[in-house]
């Protein structure tokens, strides 16, 4: 046959392609061509859609630090993720027209889709084992492409700089190109392909290590058909165990001799048994150019001691020496993972509390379900995470009974991406922030299951070919939900926040500042904003910085701070590059206290060889008095036992104080706000400047109106909280709880307007505190939402004392506005769940009443007796709501009521009704016996005369 004539035959399913259980091996059911084509569409759809809610600036946790270190090419966090740093640094080169953030978002969704495309073509090749419908082998594809693209943690991880969209790529890649092999294989044969698969688990090694939590699945998938010939023969399982045993006996005494190495030789000793049994089918030349393409795919790693010896701005671990390189490889500084202590009951705590929790989150989205179609979410809960598990179990049995090998590569994958994954990761109960993303797999994996439960339960339930249709459009309803449930939650298109924390905390400061920070979201926000041209933060900067005072740095400082920035200004592309970050958590090593010496600038009076022993932790002997030099004079700090957070002497405290020692009077020092009980006993010399506490050491608290003048200028004119304020975009409970401070602070500086006098400005800030109280309302903690409640309230009040005295200043035609606005204040905390706001229900009614009393009083004055009518009416039904056993204050408030009503209807000649609500007024004052006050007795007095003068005046 010619070339030409191959190439126009066309694809056919070839004649020996029937589908039996027994089969071992994908077959091409589709023309590649065309399989080609709808993979790129469903790659281009999805990419379409992670552009639209791509993050167009940084995010909290993690992603500042990527965005950062992939810009300024510099070493993140242990270990390291070297082939995300070089990729992400490729992507900041070639710019593509964007802004570093926009690039950085784009990286994380091209891959996140290329993982998406890899999904649907191994669902193609699996299903291909047991089904050759194309109308049929297709959706499934789709559908689980999109059921993986659309839930919650996949999407969320490929739309913010993050590494764990490029691992679903590389895992799903491998997996592809697996299944291709074994398509093509014969006996072993195609060996190219496994070596490129080797080649990408190392180099995907180097994106994020758990890349290698499918191999052993890959590795029985790769020698299955060798071995399924054996699985019925006499001896083989007892063989098989006797190695499994063996293997795992030999890493449990190398993870006991040789902690550091015990990975890497157990997988030598695996592969060792692998060339015993595979010897005469795989050559040595195949042997020799795996082990070469392993190390060319870690080769990555040698980016991070290259770099690390130049020092950079952010260059965590200092891993430029082989013994700092190892530490960072084992990931040291967080403490050895021991698989055999469990940090936590494996089923409930592990399986439960971290792996079913995230499970539940991925696919349906139930809170904003049960929003758009007005069902409570308990019921939409109980219909959908059933179905999440259901059609994963009825793709489980499908499979199964169409093709048991099929079944066993697909959850081999799955086993050891969810289970085993939970084992090895070995989570503690309680951890900082939700681990969902370790788990991406695993539901990546799961919808595979999904799709093929959906699709065949559908076939089963329509029998009919000719029902084909509501088969697919009933399918591809379940991806729709997916998507459009999810959408409002992973949606970053409008999320500024986390850069404006970022940028708020920075411009708190004043000039050549030292911070002390706490923990991640305090710190990298803050590395983001110093390092990365981010247009936001860019934009919205202050014309100038606030002045350092109560500082005379000695010219060793000033040569400290010239040095640093000089090196900051090599490095760095934002903003406030003149503060040194210092953040507690690594002031516990030596190489960060180095780093703050030499790259920050800070003076730290101790030698190199006395660093180790400054962060080794102590007992607590003694209260220790430091005597600190400061304008001309010198003041004492004290650090008793109870100021130690722990109670005894750690690292990062020993570190502070001598930071503070080195540099009180040269540079200003703060805390940040989010260091909280840890400030070593210092708490009466924190000026509060909003979100940081200025180090004092002259008085407590504000030595000056100076203080306070700072504090409103920074909530005035410096900070910038568009986006905090925005009620449009989704805030999780971990930005509810960073952003929930900001409530306090404008409701604050609002009641100090309020005693001024100054009544807009006391309004434009109580509704910024408002604002932003609405924006985290529907996911912050029962705590923040109480607060919330009593800032609304203060605000409601407010709003009705304005009107009040607008009222005596003759300005009655603005009164109305503040009480409608009050109003609705009070109306939407009433709409709240009774749980909720509880023990502020009175506070809330009292406070609705004096409202609609003072829109009616308004309306007696302006002759709209109908219209007071009516508000005292809304007032009437507030008070009589709390019944007769209720407070002397709310029984007198009933009281003015019912004579503002009486006296209206008196006014209209409603005779009638005046005297009901005369003698309704006069049964509550009586009901009030002896508490009633003097005045409320001569009130009564008045209602008995106007009583009896209807009385007369009806006969």
């Not at 540079?667 to 989010?674: D, L």
């Not at 434009?764 to 309230?793: H, M, P, W």
């Not at 029984?891 to 006014?907: D, P, S, V």
């Given at each position: ?644 957070s722990l109670g005894y002497w750690r690292g990062q405290d020993k570190a502070t104080m001598q930071i503070i020692k080195d540099n009180l009077g040269k540079r200003p020092i703060y805390f940040a706000s989010t260091v909280g009980g840890q400030f070593l006993g210092l708490d009466d010399h924190l000026e509060d400047h909003v979100m940081v506490y200025k180090l004092n050491p002259g008085s407590a608290l504000y030595s000056d109106s100076s203080a306070f003048d700072i504090y409103v200028e920074l909530l005035e004119n410096i900070y910038v ?235």
């Amino acid at each position: 046959m010619s070339r030409k004539s191959k190439i126009t035959k066309g694809f056919e399913v070839p004649k020996d392609a029937k589908i039996k259980e027994d089969i071992i091996k994908p077959i091409q059911i589709i023309e590649p061509k065309q399989n080609a084509i709808i993979a790129f569409i469903v790659f281009a759809f999805v990419m379409v859609i992670y552009q639209m809610t791509n993050s167009p600036s940084l995010a909290f946790w993690d992603a500042g630090e990527y965005a950062t270190t992939a810009k300024i090419f510099s070493v993140l966090h242990a270990p390291g993720n070297p082939t995300y740093i070089i990729l992400g640094r490729f992507m900041n080169i070639l710019g593509l027209g964007m802004s570093t953030p926009q690039v950085n978002s784009f990286f994380s969704s091209l891959l996140g889709a290329l993982a998406v495309m890899f999904t649907y073509l191994y669902t193609i090749k699996l299903v291909s084992m047991f089904e050759k419908r194309v109308n049929v082998a297709v959706p499934i594809g789709i559908i689980a492409a999109l059921l993986t693209a659309f839930s919650f943690t996949f999407w969320t991880n490929s739309v913010e700089a993050e590494v764990y969209s490029g691992l679903a790529f590389f895992i799903n890649f491998i997996i592809y190109l697996l299944l291709v092999w074994l398509q093509k294989s014969e006996d072993l044969s195609h060996q190219n392909y496994l070596i490129f698969i080797i080649y990408l688990f190392f180099l995907g090694f180097g994106l994020h290590q758990t890349v290698l939590q499918i191999a052993p699945a890959v590795l029985l998938i790769a020698v299955f058909p060798l071995i399924k010939p054996y699985l019925k023969k006499d001896g083989f399982y007892i063989q098989l165990v006797y190695w499994v045993i063996g293997l795992f006996v030999f890493y449990f005494v190398m993870d006991f001799k040789f902690s550091s190495f015990s990975q890497p030789l157990f997988a030598l000793a695996t592969v060792s048994v692998l060339m015993y049994y595979l010897r005469g089918r795989v050559n040595s030349t195949a042997w020799i150019l795996a082990v070469i393409v392993l190390i060319i795919g870690f080769s990555t790693h040698l980016y991070i001691p290259i770099r690390a010896s130049f020092r950079p701005f952010i260059n965590e671990g200092d891993p430029q020496t082989w013994e700092r390189f190892m530490a960072f490889f084992n990931r040291e500084q967080f403490g050895k993972n021991d698989i055999f202590t469990r940090n936590s009951t494996f089923l409930s705590g592990q399986m439960g509390t971290h792996f079913f929790r995230y499970f539940n989150w991925q696919f349906f989205n139930t809170e904003m379900l049960s929003k758009w179609l007005s069902i409570p979410q308990g019921i939409l809960s109980f219909i959908f995470v059933p179905v999440t598990y259901l059609l994963g179990l009825f793709g489980i049995y499908f499979q199964f009974k169409k093709n048991k090998t099929s079944f066993i590569y697909l959850f081999s994958l799955f086993f050891m991406a969810s289970i085993a994954m939970v084992f090895v990761m070995n989570i503690p109960l309680d951890t900082p922030r939700p681990r969902d993303y370790f788990f991406v797999t695993a539901y990546n994996l799961w919808a595979t299951f999904m799709a093929i439960g959906l699709i065949y339960g559908l076939i089963n339930l329509f029998k009919s070919k000719k029902l084909y249709g509501i088969v697919m459009i009933i399918a591809f309803m379940v991806p729709t939900v997916t998507f459009i449930s999810q959408y409002y939650r992973v949606d970053r298109s409008k999320e500024y926040y986390a850069a404006e924390y970022g940028m708020n905390f920075l411009n708190s400061l004043e000039e050549n500042a030292i911070i002390f920070t706490n923990g991640d979201n305090d710190t990298f926000p803050l590395w983001y904003a110093q390092a990365v041209d981010d247009p936001y933060i860019l934009a919205n900067q202050p014309d100038t910085i606030l002045p350092a005072k109560g500082v005379n740095p000695d010219s060793n400082t000033k040569a400290q701070i010239a040095m640093a920035m000089d090196f900051k200004n090599r490095e760095c592309l934002g903003i406030r590059k003149d503060v040194s970050v210092a953040n507690y958590s690594l002031m516990n090593t030596p190489w960060y206290i180095r780093q703050l010496r030499d790259r920050e600038g800070i003076n730290f009076s101790i030698h190199d060889s006395q660093i180790e022993g400054l962060i080794t932790p102590e007992r607590f002997e003694r209260p220790v008095t430091y005597n600190i030099p400061y304008n001309n004079s010198t003041v004492r700090f004290t650090v008793e036992k109870d100021d130690l957070s722990l109670g005894y002497w750690r690292g990062q405290d020993k570190a502070t104080m001598q930071i503070i020692k080195d540099n009180l009077g040269k540079r200003p020092i703060y805390f940040a706000s989010t260091v909280g009980g840890q400030f070593l006993g210092l708490d009466d010399h924190l000026e509060d400047h909003v979100m940081v506490y200025k180090l004092n050491p002259g008085s407590a608290l504000y030595s000056d109106s100076s203080a306070f003048d700072i504090y409103v200028e920074l909530l005035e004119n410096i900070y910038v909280v568009n986006s905090i304020m925005d009620t449009t975009t989704y805030k999780d409970e971990v930005v509810a709880r960073l952003t929930a401070p900001y409530i306090g602070h404008y409701s604050r500086l609002a009641e100090t307007y309020l005693r001024m006098g100054e009544h807009a400005d006391a309004i434009r800030n109580f509704e910024r505190a408002n604002q932003i109280f609405l924006s985290i309302k529907e996911t912050a903690k029962t705590d923040i939402a109480r607060y919330g409640i009593v800032v609304q309230l203060g605000y409601a009040n407010a709003l009705i004392s304005i009107a009040e005295d607008t009222m005596i200043q003759n300005k009655r035609e603005d009164a109305p506005k503040y009480y409608a606005n009050a109003i609705s204040i009070l109306e939407s905390l009433t709409e709240m769940s009774f749980s909720q706001y509880n023990e502020y229900q009175v506070a809330v009614y009292l406070a609705l009443g004096d409202a609609y009393m003072g829109l009616a009083d308004i309306g007696i004055t302006q002759n709209k007796h109908e219209e007071a009518i009516e508000y005292y009416q809304k007032a009437q039904e507030v008070y009589e709501s709390f019944g007769n056993n209720t407070s002397v204050e709310i029984k007198e408030n009933l009281i003015y009521n019912y004579l503002g009503l009486a006296e209206t209807y008196a006014n209209l000649d409603n005779f009638t009704d005046a005297r009901k609500f005369y003698q309704k007024a006069n049964q509550v004052l009586l009901s009030m016996g002896n508490n009633a006050s003097p005045r409320m007795k001569q009130i009564g007095q008045g209602i008995q005369r106007n009583i009896l003068k209807l009385e007369d005046d009806a006969n």
